[in-house]
């Protein structure tokens, strides 16, 4: 939390001057009552004692005045609430590499399936787009709101060759930007990236691409799939099989996300890919805004005082007792 007029808050060293003046004139008045009558004949004169009740009015106007100076200060805070209109594009790596099995059924394959399970928990007001990239980036879905649709993109998706990873990032980062909200805004938009790795390929560098994408305002969340065991098996003439290394390379995803303000998350199971997707689909389905609270400590220190003069009253027949 922060404040507008921090130095507001000095008034808070009111508080406890007055907790001390209140003792004090609580003292005096025990004192001055036991010059005038025996405190043994005390429970004779009164029905009742009101014990601790006759501090509860006196806290609650304490804390009435503690929130009214807070209040003076204009507190601020980051709040997350939900969000109703966005874009998100999912930027897929269909390359060769994808079809390793060191993820099961294969890379692309365990990517797809939590791909359509993130788009179900997307709220249904979100448009989604799908973006793969192999040797070179395509649409193959362009943004909509019909999860139909988007579930069709993802499962026609097939394999390729290279991994023009920049290329793809400059095709994802610009599809939202064509689209206008009911006001005429841009709603804001953010790249899901779930890839193996390192480009190979393509007209732009990765990092090119995240500075673009950063001066858009389009944070590009990072997923890489995969372990270091990762292999393929690549067919040779005459029937010859070739085994082919093809471990996940963590630094450019890493860069991208840095660079253009998103974040950077690794899978390497299926689960720890659904997790992941899990954690996404609920981030963005919500925004972080900062937020003045001047009202709520009114309004809350308004109650409290209200509280505490009401209790007094049906108390004690007064407003302070």
Same mark, same amino acid.
């Given at each position: 939390?922060?404040?507008?007029?921090?130095?507001?808050?000095?008034?808070?060293?009111?508080?406890?001057?007055?907790?001390?003046?209140?003792?004090?004139?609580?003292?005096?008045?025990?004192?001055?009552?036991?010059?005038?009558?025996?405190?043994?004949?005390?429970?004779?004169?009164?029905?009742?004692?009101?014990?601790?009740?006759?501090?509860?009015?006196?806290?609650?106007?304490?804390?009435?005045?503690?929130?009214?100076?807070?209040?003076?200060?204009?507190?601020?805070?980051?709040?997350?609430?939900?969000?109703?209109?966005?874009?998100?594009?999912?930027?897929? =790596?269909?390359?060769?590499?994808?079809?390793?099995?060191?993820?099961?059924?294969?890379?692309?394959?365990?990517?797809?399936?939590?791909?359509?399970?993130?788009?179900?928990?997307?709220?249904?007001?979100?448009?989604?787009?799908?973006?793969?990239?192999?040797?070179?980036?395509?649409?193959?879905?362009?943004?909509?709101?019909?999860?139909?649709?988007?579930?069709?993109?993802?499962?026609?998706?097939?394999?390729?060759?290279?991994?023009?990873?920049?290329?793809?990032?400059?095709?994802?980062?610009?599809?939202?930007?064509?689209?206008?909200?009911?006001? $005429?805004?841009?709603?804001?938009?953010?790249?899901?990236?779930?890839? =193996?790795?390192?480009?190979? $390929?393509?007209?732009?560098?990765?990092?090119?691409?995240?500075?673009?994408?950063?001066?858009?305002?389009?944070?590009?969340?990072?997923?890489?799939?995969?372990?270091?065991?990762?292999?393929?098996?690549?067919?040779?003439?005459?029937?010859?099989?070739?085994?082919?290394?093809?471990?996940?390379?963590?630094?450019?995803?890493?860069?991208?996300?840095?660079?253009?303000?998103?974040?950077?998350?690794?899978?390497?199971? +299926?689960? +720890?890919?659904?997790?992941?997707?899990?954690?996404?689909?609920?981030?963005?389905?919500?925004?972080?805004?900062?937020?003045?609270?001047?009202?709520?400590?009114?309004?809350?220190?308004?109650?409290?005082?209200?509280?505490?003069? $009401?209790?007094?009253?049906?108390?004690?027949?007064?407003?302070?007792?």
């Amino acid at each position: 939390m922060s404040f507008e007029r921090p130095f507001a808050l000095l008034a808070l060293a009111a508080v406890p001057l007055l907790v001390a003046l209140w003792l004090e004139l609580e003292r005096r008045r025990r004192t001055t009552a036991t010059r005038f009558a025996s405190v043994a004949l005390l429970p004779n004169l009164l029905d009742a004692r009101p014990g601790r009740r006759r501090l509860i009015p006196q806290v609650l106007f304490l804390l009435a005045l503690t929130g009214l100076i807070v209040g003076m200060a204009r507190p601020h805070a980051h709040i997350t609430v939900p969000r109703h209109e966005a874009t998100v594009v999912l930027a897929i =790596d269909v390359s060769r590499s994808m079809s390793a099995t060191d993820v099961r059924p294969s890379r692309l394959l365990a990517a797809e399936d939590a791909a359509n399970s993130f788009v179900d928990r997307v709220p249904s007001t979100y448009n989604l787009a799908v973006v793969a990239f192999g040797s070179h980036a395509f649409v193959a879905l362009p943004p909509t709101s019909d999860r139909t649709l988007v579930h069709t993109a993802i499962d026609d998706l097939r394999y390729g060759e290279g991994t023009a990873l920049g290329d793809a990032l400059v095709v994802a980062t610009t599809l939202g930007q064509r689209l206008r909200a009911p006001d $005429g805004t841009v709603p804001p938009e953010s790249v899901l990236l779930i890839s =193996d790795g390192a480009r190979e $390929g393509g007209r732009i560098s990765p990092t090119a691409a995240a500075l673009k994408a950063r001066a858009l305002g389009v944070p590009i969340s990072a997923v890489l799939i995969g372990t270091p065991s990762g292999s393929l098996t690549e067919r040779l003439v005459g029937g010859y099989k070739e085994q082919i290394h093809v471990p996940p390379s963590a630094n450019t995803l890493k860069q991208i996300a840095r660079t253009s303000g998103g974040s950077y998350f690794e899978a390497r199971s +299926q689960a +720890q890919l659904a997790t992941v997707y899990r954690h996404l689909a609920t981030r963005l389905g919500h925004r972080v805004e900062n937020r003045e609270l001047t009202d709520a400590f009114g309004g809350g220190a308004l109650a409290l005082l209200l509280a505490g003069c $009401g209790l007094s009253l049906f108390w004690f027949r007064r407003i302070l007792p």
